[in-house]
């Protein structure tokens, strides 16, 4: 499975962005696939995950009601809309693939930098 990440940015604090994920290789709707971001010096965390029929997943409170998550099959793409950006959403953004439901990520792409400036 092959990743490619794009849409990261400069944005200012309450701005938006949609990072995309364009995923090669594997039958897309076989694949799980969710987002993750590590800030600097900061471990690499949960975001966002979509099942194979579309079922979002959000990571904590702070990110419902901003961050949504969607996938295209015509385009083999998911893609991670962020509203409301705020400093703390500053991180590089990882997309990762899986093919066992419940089993880990373990395919990764490279990651697509996001800052929000205040």
């Known amino acids: 499975v092959q990743l490619q990440a794009s849409g990261g940015g400069l944005v200012q604090a309450g701005g938006s962005l949609t990072l995309s994920c364009a995923a090669s290789?594997?039958?897309?709707?076989?694949?799980?696939m969710g987002w993750y971001r590590q800030a600097p010096g900061g471990e690499r965390e949960f975001v966002a995950g979509?099942?194979?029929?579309?079922?979002?997943?959000l990571a904590n409170d702070s990110e419902k009601g901003r961050f949504t998550m969607f996938r295209d099959s015509g385009k083999n793409t998911v893609y991670l809309q962020m509203n409301s950006l705020k400093p703390e959403d500053t991180a590089v953004y990882y997309c990762?693939?899986?093919?066992?439901?419940?089993?880990?990520?373990?395919?990764w792409g490279q990651g697509t930098q996001v800052t929000v400036s205040s």
């Open positions: 979509i099942s194979r029929s579309g079922s979002v997943t």
């Open positions: 990762g693939a899986k093919t066992i439901l419940t089993g880990p990520y373990v395919y």
């Open positions: 290789g594997h039958p897309f709707n076989r694949l799980g």
